[in-house]
């Protein structure tokens, strides 16, 4: 099965996914498993709470809001969660503070995971990518053994809503209010029949533009600081209908004629964004008879059949936020600055006029629900980074933004000059920007994006 361009970039190889020992550790839980609820169906049949399944690393800034917000929306009361393994920070004083409202566990992954001997030898990323999956497939099967419901698979700084403009034949109350407890669930109970077993679910980039105070504070309790929360602050989604550029690759590497055929057409900026998934448990009978192969889009791949949704086919929306610089970097990245930096600016680029600025009501609710008192308690800290021992020291100053245009004018430094082809990985590429102290972003002629390759990487070459 063919993996899309962001699968591959976010999910590593099929194979390398794949290449886990067999016998791994059964799962151990630790002692924060909380208040467990038992039945999980109302009288009418229908699910009355919601699961997940998070992989978290020094992300309690992001946290705080994400539990709070999910079990507000989809009624999320049974939360699988599991540090990465680089993490500095537990998450465990986040998760004390709900002790008596749902169930958590808190997993470990040495308890669960023993990589493979070939994994051992993959670069951090990539192992980073195998425990995501290996996560998810476990975290699946123990959900479905509790005869659990629907599950979400969503990242921490990713928030699932209705579709405010969903309309499609045969579905009604598309609309529910999202200051009303367990919209996202009334939705998935009401027309459980009609949708997918694993739903795939529409992802849009939200853009580190900040509204305007009067506008994020508009019905929202005035305890609620508006410039801590993702889902007040940033109401911006990104215009993927902005400067459309495209790079076109020749068939014949050596092919000067003007009017030569062109095998491929990559965009220049990471366009649409691959799904994210909620999956009916109750819809599977056997989870042992699946291959529980996946990704972090398609974590089922047997059951997830769809990399990509249109926001007009999709009743529930993902909002992918973008924070501020400060939060972004906040945390070692084997990556580098450049990357990091890189990617700020590619997700920061055409914001479209204020979208979905509903969001933030779900402030309102939830302090209608459990009141102001336990609204306060719950939401303590969100948005504020912690520090921790042997944190780097983050460059707080945003990187000046890379050069998209060729400027032969450039410092000496600079080999070489956007729009050069060039040779990486034994492909044919372009030089799409300059990320200085020569680092470059490519593409190549396969659609792939290389964000910081450095110039020891590539080889010139001439066409």
């Given at each position: 099965m063919n993996l899309?361009?962001e ?11 794949d ?9 151990s839980v630790s002692?924060n498993v909380l208040?467990?609820y038992?039945?999980?169906l ?13 992989i978290v ?11 709070a ?15 990465d393994?680089?993490?500095k920070?537990s998450p465990?004083?986040v998760?004390?503070r709900w002790?008596?409202l ?8 040495t308890?669960i995971?023993t990589?493979s ?15 995501q999956n290996?996560?998810n497939?476990?975290?699946i099967?123990h959900l ?6 629907w599950?979400?698979v969503?990242d921490v700084?990713e ?13 009604k109350?598309?609309?529910?209010p ?8 009334s ?7 009609k949708?997918?077993?694993c739903l795939?679910?529409h ?11 009067a ?6 309790p ?6 801590n929360?993702?889902?007040t602050?940033?109401?911006?989604q990104r215009?993927y209908?902005?400067e ?5 690759f020749?068939?014949d ?13 990559c965009g ?10 909620v ?13 529980l192969h ?13 990399t990509?949704?249109s926001?007009k ?6 909002n992918?936020y973008?924070?501020t610089?400060?939060?972004w970097?906040?945390r ?7 990357l990091r ?8 680029m055409?914001?479209s ?18 009141g102001?008192t ?6 303590d ?5 912690e520090?921790?021992?042997g ?6 100053v ?6 998209f245009y060729?400027?032969?004018?450039t410092n000496?430094?600079q ?5 050069d082809w ?6 044919l ?11 470059y972003?490519?593409?190549?002629n396969t659609?792939?994006?290389h964000y ?12």
């Open positions: 899309s361009t699968e591959k970039m976010n999910s590593g190889s099929s194979d390398k996914s290449a886990i020992e067999k016998g791994q550790k059964s799962v002692e208040l467990d038992d039945p999980t109302t009288n009418d049949g229908n699910i009355d709470y919601a699961s997940a399944c998070l690393m020094d992300d309690n800034h992001f946290l705080i809001e994400w539990i917000y999910h079990y507000h929306v989809i009624n999320l009361r049974h939360l699988v969660i599991i540090p393994p680089s993490s920070i465990q004083r998760i004390d002790k008596d749902m169930t958590i566990e808190l997993w470990n992954f308890d995971y990589p001997k070939k994994a051992q030898n993959y670069s951090e990323n990539t192992k980073r990518q195998v425990r290996f996560f497939r476990k975290c099967e479905k053994e509790k005869d659990r419901g599950v979400f969503v700084d928030f699932v809503l209705l579709h405010p403009n969903f309309k499609k034949k045969g579905f109350n598309t609309s529910l999202i200051n009303e407890p367990g919209s996202v669930l939705f998935l109970n009401q027309h459980s029949s949708l997918a077993t795939p679910m992802r849009r980039q939200i853009t580190s533009k900040e509204s305007s105070q506008v994020r504070e508009d019905n929202v005035k305890f609620v600081n508006t410039s929360l993702l889902t602050r940033f109401l911006f215009d209908g902005g459309k550029r495209y790079i076109q020749p068939k590497v050596n092919a000067k004629k003007k009017g030569a055929k062109f095998a491929k057409k220049i900026y990471r366009g649409r964004l691959a799904v994210k998934v999956i009916n448990l109750k819809q599977i009978h056997n989870i042992k008879t699946l291959n996946g990704t972090p889009h398609r974590p089922i791949m047997s059951l997830c059949t769809k990509y949704i926001s086919n999709s009743p529930l929306v993902v992918h973008l924070p610089w400060e939060q970097n906040y070692d990245d084997i990556r580098g600055v450049h930096a890189l990617k700020f600016h590619l997700f920061s055409y914001p006029k204020e979208k979905g600025a509903g969001v933030r009501l779900w402030a309102q609710g939830f302090n209608m629900s459990v102001e336990e609204a306060l308690r719950l939401l800290g969100v948005g504020q980074l520090s921790y021992s944190q780097h020291n983050p460059r707080n945003l990187p000046h933004m890379p050069n060729r400027n032969e004018t000496g430094e080999i070489y000059q956007v729009g060039v040779n990486v990985n034994h492909s590429a372009k030089i799409v920007a300059y990320q200085s102290n020569n680092h972003y490519v593409i190549t659609c792939e994006y910081d390759v450095a110039q020891e990487r590539i080889q010139n070459i001439t066409i």
